[in-house]
Each structure stands twice: as structure tokens, then as C-alpha cells.
């Protein structure tokens, strides 16, 4: 079939078509490679015969991306080294195919186009996957209409709307689903909506942060914990979170504490829109206690709230030292490596010594959760006896004020050893 076309880009599909071992990251295994703009017509096959196994996020962008194709006039040739029973059951054929659903009893894609087909048909799709763990189905339906519901709000995907993809193993009792679209990608929905040089890492690392989407700055109605929220769910049910926009990809992990917080890696490729994928533990979880600590957490409630002390301005009294945090992009304190020096060299000697700190944010309009923990933690683990008592806040906006006590609930609750 290859010879018999001329003038063709190509696309290999390696053997699997997955995600990294962490389950955080794009999918490994395959090469989006079109050597002439101007090609009709692309081919997908298989490197290595045949496609073992299609993780969801890689069924969803594939599905995407050929749509995508379509919309210009392409044609999605689909070679037969591509054509395994694997690549049928996952929903990758169908996907490929430019089909609004596919796949088998336990992985499904489906293609949501209006909010109201979503509405309509999303409850039944999580149902027929999940009927044997009905105690996964909550959390399924609340991060998969999350997620969609970003696509409607900020892809501007011209009508092509969502594609998504769930899969269930039985023998890990492990849900995996993504969401992926071809629209603008998240640095573009960002950006417009804030003062400052944002480049597409910081764009994405706010898009992270609760209260913060496009939707929350413009008007105030959308409150803009979607991805904070979906990604918080996840680690809670020891899981993982993963976003890929333009040529970044945002890795969050209950693995391992160090990855608790989302990390940017850049990828070899670029991918025009938006693609999440999440995994989560299935049975014998319950996520109703989680739900609502996630809840307090953006509220700033916890455990320890009541103990962090928040002052609108310094008292200047001589007995306590005064730190001063500063903004590093615009009006916001961004920098993981700088809350780490910060909180290395200048604030742990003070607490070691015994010293009281003011930690002053005075014209910080927002601190990110990753500058808060990176900042916080390491005091309240190495700051020596009674610590959060000889530390107060200055100046923090109440979008500043959740990230802090984020960082000291999580400081008072796990431990890293």
C-alpha cells in the first residue's frame, strides 16, 4: 500500500503505544513525522508488528490528531501492520478512523462533540466501564467531565469538541482515561488573561493552580480548579496526572512524595491543543473523604489552618526577622528554585537559631502552589521545635493565602523518608 501512493507523509506507531512507567508523561512509542506540508494523504502503520497495548492517552491523541488532519483536507490511510486485535480492543482503529466511538469491554474511546452530548452520554460510558467497580465510577465521571468541560470553555476546537479514552484493568484494579484535543493549547487560553512575559512553562504551571484559568480571570464565574482539582484527585487516589500542550508535558505522581508537585519536561515534539491523562487506584478506594479535603484545601482549610498566622501588614516589632518575598514573573512568585534558595540560605538558619520570621508577600498578587512548597515545606520539616509558631504571613492575596496553607497541611500530614 505504501508503494502504490505517492507523495505521502507517514506516521510509525512503535510495537506498544503507552505511557511512561510513572504513567505521567506523553505517549511513548510514537512518531507523528509528515514530511511535506502539502501531503493529501498519511499513512499510520506499525514498526514493529503488531500494537500490543494503546494507553488511553495515546488512543485520544491519535483520534484527535486525525480529525485534526481531516479538517484540512488530508486523507488517514491506515496501514495493515496496524491492524492487531490490541489496536481493535483499545479503540485505536477506531479512533484512526475518524469513528465517534470504538474499542471493548474493558478500553473505549468515544468522541463527545456538543456539552450537551456529553451530558447525555458520559454517565453511560463510565457506567458500562466501570460496572464492576462501582466505587471508581464517581471520581471517572467527575475528572472526565472536568476535562471535557475544559475543552468546551477554552480549546476552541472549531466543532471537533473531545476525544476520550478509559480503560480498566481488572488484574491491577488500575482506571486509566484521558482527554485530548486539537485546539489552541493552554499557553494560548492563558496568556491574554495576565499582566507579564508569561512563556508557555509558566502558562502551564498556572494553569495547574486553583483559581486561575482563563475563565476565573475574565469574569469570575468559573472559579478555574479544574486541572488542580482533577490532578489533586488523582494523587489522592494513588494515581498520576499528566497535561501535554505545545511542546510541554506537566507530570504529577503519588509514586513518590518528590513528585507530588507537577514538573515540566520538555518533549521532542510539539502537540497543537491539549491532552490529560489520569490514573487512578479502582476498587477498594473511597474518595468521598479526599473530595472534600481537596475542597478544603482551595478553600484553606485543613488541619492546620487555624495555627498559620496571616497579618495584612508588619508590625515591625524588633524581635521578629523580616524576609521579604518578591514576584520573579510579573506580579507572581513562580520560581521553585528560587523558593528553595530562599528557604535554604535565608529562613532555616534564622529557625534553626531560634529566631522568629516574618515571611513578607506584600505585592504578590500570586505565589503558586510548587513556590509555596518548595518555600514552606523545608522550613516546617527542618525548622526545629514549634516552628509554624515562630513563622507568620505578611501581605498575602487570598490567592496566595491557599498555596500557603496547602504547603503546611501537607508538611504536617506526610513525610518524604
Given at each position: 500500500?505504501?508503494?502504490?501512493?505517492?507523495n505521502?507523509?507517514?506516521?510509525?506507531?512503535?510495537?506498544?503505544?503507552?505511557?511512561?512507567?510513572?504513567l505521567?508523561?506523553?505517549?511513548?512509542?510514537?512518531?507523528l513525522?509528515?514530511?511535506?506540508?502539502?501531503?493529501?494523504?498519511?499513512?499510520?502503520?506499525?514498526?514493529?508488528?503488531?500494537?500490543?497495548?494503546?494507553?488511553?492517552?495515546?488512543?485520544?491523541?491519535?483520534?484527535?490528531?486525525?480529525?485534526?488532519?481531516?479538517?484540512?483536507?488530508?486523507?488517514?490511510?491506515?496501514?495493515?501492520?496496524?491492524?492487531?486485535?490490541?489496536?481493535?480492543?483499545?479503540?485505536?482503529?477506531?479512533?484512526?478512523?475518524?469513528?465517534?466511538?470504538?474499542?471493548?469491554?474493558?478500553?473505549?474511546?468515544?468522541?463527545?462533540?456538543?456539552?450537551?452530548?456529553?451530558?447525555?452520554?458520559?454517565?453511560?460510558?463510565?457506567?458500562?466501564?466501570?460496572?464492576?467497580a462501582?466505587?471508581?465510577?464517581?471520581?471517572?465521571?467527575?475528572?472526565?467531565?472536568?476535562?471535557?468541560?475544559?475543552v468546551?470553555?477554552?480549546?476552541?476546537?472549531?466543532?471537533?469538541?473531545?476525544?476520550?479514552?478509559?480503560?480498566?484493568?481488572?488484574?491491577?484494579?488500575?482506571?486509566?482515561?484521558?482527554?485530548?484535543?486539537?485546539?489552541?493549547?493552554?499557553?494560548?487560553?492563558?496568556?491574554?488573561?495576565?499582566?507579564?512575559?508569561?512563556?508557555?512553562?509558566?502558562?502551564?504551571?498556572?494553569?495547574?493552580?486553583?483559581?486561575?484559568?482563563?475563565?476565573?480571570?475574565?469574569?469570575?464565574?468559573?472559579?478555574?480548579?479544574?486541572?488542580?482539582?482533577?490532578?489533586r484527585?488523582?494523587?489522592?487516589?494513588?494515581?498520576?496526572?499528566?497535561?501535554?500542550?505545545?511542546?510541554?508535558?506537566?507530570?504529577?505522581?503519588?509514586?513518590?512524595?518528590?513528585?507530588?508537585?507537577?514538573?515540566?519536561?520538555?518533549?521532542?515534539?510539539?502537540?497543537?491543543?491539549?491532552?490529560?491523562?489520569?490514573?487512578f487506584?479502582?476498587?477498594?478506594?473511597?474518595?468521598?473523604?479526599?473530595?472534600?479535603?481537596?475542597?478544603?484545601?482551595?478553600?484553606?482549610?485543613?488541619?492546620?489552618?487555624?495555627?498559620?498566622?496571616?497579618?495584612?501588614?508588619?508590625?515591625?516589632?524588633?524581635?521578629?526577622?523580616?524576609?521579604?518575598?518578591?514576584?520573579?514573573?510579573?506580579?507572581?512568585?513562580?520560581?521553585r528554585?528560587?523558593?528553595?534558595?530562599?528557604?535554604?540560605?535565608?529562613?532555616?538558619?534564622?529557625?534553626?537559631?531560634?529566631?522568629?520570621?516574618?515571611?513578607?508577600?506584600?505585592g504578590?498578587?500570586?505565589?503558586?502552589?510548587?513556590?509555596c512548597?518548595?518555600?514552606?515545606?523545608?522550613?516546617?520539616?527542618?525548622?526545629?521545635?514549634?516552628?509554624?509558631?515562630?513563622?507568620?504571613?505578611?501581605?498575602?492575596?487570598p490567592?496566595?493565602?491557599?498555596?500557603?496553607?496547602?504547603?503546611?497541611n501537607?508538611?504536617?500530614?506526610?513525610?518524604?523518608?
Amino acid at each position: 500500500m505504501l508503494n502504490s501512493v505517492s507523495n505521502m507523509a507517514s506516521i510509525t506507531i512503535r510495537r506498544a503505544v503507552r505511557i511512561a512507567e510513572t504513567l505521567a508523561g506523553p505517549p511513548e512509542g510514537w512518531h507523528l513525522e509528515q514530511r511535506e506540508p502539502s501531503t493529501s494523504a498519511i499513512v499510520v502503520r506499525c514498526a514493529e508488528p503488531p500494537v500490543v497495548f494503546a494507553e488511553p492517552i495515546a488512543v485520544a491523541m491519535l483520534g484527535a490528531w486525525a480529525t485534526y488532519q481531516r479538517t484540512l483536507g488530508r486523507e488517514i490511510i491506515i496501514d495493515p501492520t496496524l491492524q492487531s486485535p490490541s489496536a481493535f480492543r483499545s479503540g485505536l482503529l477506531s479512533a484512526l478512523a475518524g469513528r465517534t466511538t470504538g474499542g471493548a469491554a474493558n478500553s473505549r474511546f468515544f468522541r463527545l462533540v456538543t456539552e450537551q452530548e456529553a451530558q447525555d452520554k458520559l454517565p453511560d460510558y463510565v457506567e458500562a466501564m466501570l460496572k464492576s467497580a462501582p466505587e471508581a465510577e464517581q471520581i471517572a465521571l467527575y475528572c472526565l467531565s472536568d476535562l471535557i468541560q475544559n475543552v468546551f470553555d477554552h480549546a476552541r476546537t472549531n466543532g471537533a469538541g473531545a476525544f476520550c479514552a478509559i480503560a480498566f484493568d481488572k488484574r491491577t484494579s488500575r482506571v486509566r482515561l484521558a482527554v485530548a484535543d486539537c485546539g489552541q493549547g493552554i499557553p494560548a487560553t492563558i496568556k491574554p488573561h495576565y499582566e507579564g512575559d508569561l512563556d508557555n512553562q509558566n502558562s502551564l504551571l498556572l494553569a495547574l493552580e486553583p483559581e486561575l484559568s482563563g475563565n476565573s480571570a475574565r469574569d469570575g464565574v468559573n472559579r478555574g480548579v479544574g486541572l488542580y482539582f482533577v490532578r489533586r484527585l488523582a494523587l489522592a487516589a494513588s494515581g498520576g496526572f499528566c497535561a501535554v500542550t505545545e511542546e510541554l508535558s506537566a507530570r504529577a505522581s503519588a509514586h513518590s512524595p518528590s513528585d507530588f508537585v507537577p514538573r515540566i519536561v520538555a518533549l521532542p515534539h510539539r502537540w497543537q491543543g491539549t491532552a490529560v491523562a489520569v490514573t487512578f487506584k479502582a476498587i477498594g478506594a473511597e474518595y468521598s473523604g479526599p473530595m472534600q479535603a481537596i475542597k478544603d484545601e482551595i478553600e484553606g482549610r485543613g488541619p492546620r489552618y487555624a495555627d498559620i498566622r496571616f497579618f495584612k501588614k508588619s508590625a515591625n516589632a524588633p524581635d521578629w526577622q523580616r524576609v521579604k518575598i518578591d514576584s520573579d514573573n510579573g506580579k507572581f512568585a513562580m520560581d521553585r528554585g528560587r523558593a528553595t534558595a530562599l528557604a535554604q540560605d535565608q529562613i532555616l538558619p534564622l529557625l534553626r537559631l531560634g529566631a522568629k520570621v516574618e515571611l513578607d508577600f506584600t505585592g504578590v498578587a500570586k505565589a503558586t502552589q510548587a513556590f509555596c512548597h518548595a518555600l514552606i515545606v523545608p522550613l516546617l520539616r527542618s525548622g526545629g521545635a514549634n516552628v509554624l509558631g515562630r513563622l507568620q504571613f505578611v501581605g498575602c492575596s487570598p490567592r496566595t493565602r491557599s498555596p500557603i496553607c496547602f504547603a503546611v497541611n501537607y508538611a504536617s500530614t506526610t513525610d518524604d523518608a
